[in-house]
T-cell receptor, first 113, second 111 residues
Framework: DVKVTQSSRYLVKRTGEKVFLECVQD?????MFWYRQDPGLGLRLIYF???????EKGDIPEGYSVSREKKERFSLILESASTNQTSMYLC????????????FGEGSRLTVL | EDQVTQSPEALRLQEGESSSLNCSYT??????LFWYRQDPGKGPEFLFT???AGEEKEKERLKATLTKKESFLHITAPKPEDSATYLC????????????FGAGTQVVVTP
């Protein structure tokens, strides 16, 4: 079975702190994604990556950056956390570059105070 | 711009009461339509992929169908364990692997 592991299930941070969310997948998938999920808004794509060191902006990249130094690992970085970044963050991967279903991690619930 | 709209937002069913969820979409060219199930506090779990109009997929009490403009997820004789939020997502031919998600339908099945 494909496993996508997110390093933290729950985080509480203060405004202005730098936040790292880590995601690892174990099935050699090409694509990796970061979404945030908010009630009534559904899943919104922050960034995705189709290869090591490659990244593309999604629909809501402002205030976020990403890093993909190894194929299996995709990190989301909040340079200076703000209260409006309080959300559920979901990492996902897919096998092929242009098609295929997503496999999600369990999610990281971030609260920024 | 690609759009995905799911209805209803919420659905309350009695155990055994069959119903359908709708996912309507607007994309320039459809590469695939995906259904996911999400339990509270967890990540979405993949259910089905549909690629072309007329295609159907089944899994236990769930059946997904696809037309040129919408997809339906039919729940036949649901059980309480079918309670979850069901998400629909589309992948366009020019999307380079990106997905557009609907807001989901929250289904509650009572005994």
């Amino acid at each position: 079975d494909v496993k996508v592991t997110q390093s933290s299930r729950y985080l509480v941070k203060r405004t202005g702190e730098k936040v790292f969310l880590e995601c690892v997948q174990d099935m050699d998938h090409e694509n990796m994604f970061w979404y945030r999920q908010d009630p009534g808004l559904g899943l919104r794509l922050i960034y995705f990556s189709y290869d090591v060191k490659m990244k593309e902006k999604g629909d809501i990249p402002e205030g976020y950056s990403v890093s993909r130094e190894k194929k299996e690992r995709f990190s989301l970085i909040l340079e200076s956390a703000s209260t409006n970044q309080t959300s559920m963050y979901l990492c996902a991967s897919s096998l092929f570059r242009t098609t295929g279903e997503l496999f999600f991690g369990e999610g990281s619930r971030l609260t920024v105070l | 711009e690609d759009q995905v709209t799911q209805s209803p937002e919420a659905l309350r069913l009695q155990e055994g009461e069959s119903s359908s969820l709708n996912c309507s979409y607007t994309v320039s060219g459809l590469r695939g339509l995906f259904w996911y199930r999400q339990d509270p506090g967890k990540g979405p779990e993949f259910l089905f992929t549909l690629y072309s109009a007329g295609e159907e997929k089944e899994k236990e009490r769930l059946k997904a169908t696809l037309t040129k403009k919408e997809s339906f997820l039919h729940i036949t004789a649901p059980k309480p364990e079918d309670s979850a939020t069901y998400l629909c997502a589309v992948q366009a031919t020019d999307s380079w692997g990106k997905f557009q998600f609907g807001a989901g339908t929250q289904v509650v099945v009572t005994p």
